[in-house]
């Protein structure tokens, strides 16, 4: 192939992203989507979902505190913590999807993994009540326990799975560690080693300590956390042994990563931090969901040119001009709008030349029913080339021309 002019000028094009081919795959067994907060990721995935059970696959979707009008149109009423079939007419495959009930995988991963009396101990446990449903990182966390299980029970031969509305994206693949960490923690280890170790710990020092703490904390929260901690003894090993099992499937072969991003520093910003630390952990990237793109109507105007003819309609008077004058400077704002997204692509593609890149436009309205998911699976997965104004999916504007 020859080189595309931008290259011939030393810009680097993004690849092209095929996620047609990638989610139709039977070897493709996980997707995750991930991103900065509110960028689109429960959208994409469930539109990803949706076009893997139109390509035929069995695909469940784990959605995560989806919009209510999203979960409704997938039958998702109320929290039910299993995947429910979804209706759709007309398609090859079978589409289930669920919502996370992040305490309520909690609760079973207790109950999974202890005696009866002590699960009860333990829920029982005002700490563990706080925790389970509010530790910064939990959801992650229990969003992986809940991938873990979905995997193991093999049903679905796809599973698409949302990721957390995180400030940061990296947050998903730092939960078990996090958690781990928090369970194996010095502080939990001190506070509980009296219960433990028959007060070996019991030093000057340490009975300092703990009276700080209480006096921080409270006693009844300190005795109530050291009481959380015996029970969950016996489950250490458990916990961080699946935690690090399900990490360690997302590093098998089948597991592909999809990062989400609005056409916005921030989000970009966070997609970079969040690239670099796949590539660090060996975590395969599908590539960039370049989400809520405003490409214009048309590129054949330029900006500068729909200015100059809105300013010379304007000035030849009459009512019909005024609206041509409006539509024209529209256009040019589109314009202007179009060559800033494209710039932020620019960066990103510059400093990540090997990403493939899948810009998808914003809709009218909200994606909320399964017709909306449909159009944007289109735009996910429709042929590179295949747009109306012939931009390239991987693009906002065409490349210049040199
Ligand atoms: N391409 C699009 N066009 C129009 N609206 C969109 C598009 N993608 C997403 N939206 C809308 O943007 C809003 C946020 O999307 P979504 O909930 O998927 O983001 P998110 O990344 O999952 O957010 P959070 O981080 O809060 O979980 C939703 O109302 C959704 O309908
Ligand atoms: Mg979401």
């Known amino acids: 192939m020859s080189a595309s002019p931008a290259e011939a000028q030393g810009r680097r094009q993004a690849p092209a992203m095929d996620l047609d081919a990638l989610i139709a795959d039977p070897a493709t067994r996980i997707v995750v989507c991930c991103g900065a907060g509110g960028v689109g990721k429960t959208t994409t995935s469930a539109a990803l979902a949706l076009a893997a059970a139109e390509a035929g696959r069995s695909v469940v979707v784990l959605t995560i505190d989806p919009a209510r009008r999203l979960a409704q149109s997938l039958g998702l009423v109320e929290l039910d913590n299993e995947p429910r079939r979804v209706d759709v007419p007309g398609i090859d495959g079978e589409l289930h999807a669920?919502?996370?009930?992040?305490?309520?995988?909690?609760?079973d991963v207790v109950t999974a993994h202890s005696t009866p009396e002590r699960a009860q101990q333990i829920l029982d446990n005002p700490f563990y009540q706080a925790?389970?449903?509010?530790?910064?990182?939990?959801?992650?966390?229990?969003?992986?326990?809940?991938?873990?299980q979905l995997r193991a029970s093999d049903q679905w031969d796809l599973i698409i799975v949302d990721t957390p509305p995180s400030r940061s994206a990296l947050d998903f693949l730092d939960a078990p560690n996090r958690m781990g960490r928090f369970l194996d923690g010095t502080m939990i280890r001190l506070l509980t080693a009296p219960s433990r170790t028959g007060f070996k710990f019991a030093?000057?020092?340490f009975l300092f300590f703990s009276r700080i703490i209480s006096k921080i904390l409270g006693?009844?929260?300190?005795?109530?956390i050291s009481a959380?901690?015996?029970?969950?003894?016996?489950m250490f090993g458990g916990f961080?042994?699946?935690a690090t099992a399900t990490f360690e499937l997302l590093r098998r072969p089948g597991t592909w990563f999809v990062v989400v991003a609005a056409p916005e520093p921030d989000a970009l910003r966070e997609a970079s931090y969040f690239v670099d630390r796949l590539s660090a952990e060996g975590m395969p990237l599908a590539g960039l969901v370049l989400n809520r793109t405003?490409?214009?109507?048309t590129t054949a105007l330029s900006a500068t040119r729909a200015e100059g003819a809105a300013e010379e309609v304007a000035e030849s008077g009459g009512e019909t001009a005024a609206l041509t004058a409006a539509a024209l400077r529209v256009h040019a704002e589109r314009m202007q709008q179009a060559a800033r997204e494209q710039h932020l692509a620019d960066r990103f593609t510059s400093a990540h030349p090997e990403v493939a890149v899948r810009t998808v436009p914003a809709a009218a309205g909200d994606v909320h029913d399964v017709d909306g998911l449909r159009g944007m699976a289109e735009a996910l997965t429709g042929a590179d080339?295949?747009?109306p104004t012939g931009t390239p999916r991987t693009r906002v504007l065409p490349a210049r021309r040199g």
């Open 219 to 224: 006693g009844q929260l300190l005795r109530d």
């Open 240 to 242: 961080r042994e699946r």
């Open 385 to 387: 080339d295949d747009t």
């Open 131 to 148: 925790l389970s449903s509010s530790f910064a990182g939990t959801q992650e966390y229990m969003a992986m326990e809940k991938l873990g």
């Open 98 to 107: 669920m919502m996370l009930d992040m305490k309520r995988t909690f609760d």
């Open 294 to 297: 405003h490409p214009p109507a």
């Open 203 to 205: 030093s000057a020092g």
């Open 228 to 234: 959380f901690v015996a029970a969950l003894d016996t």
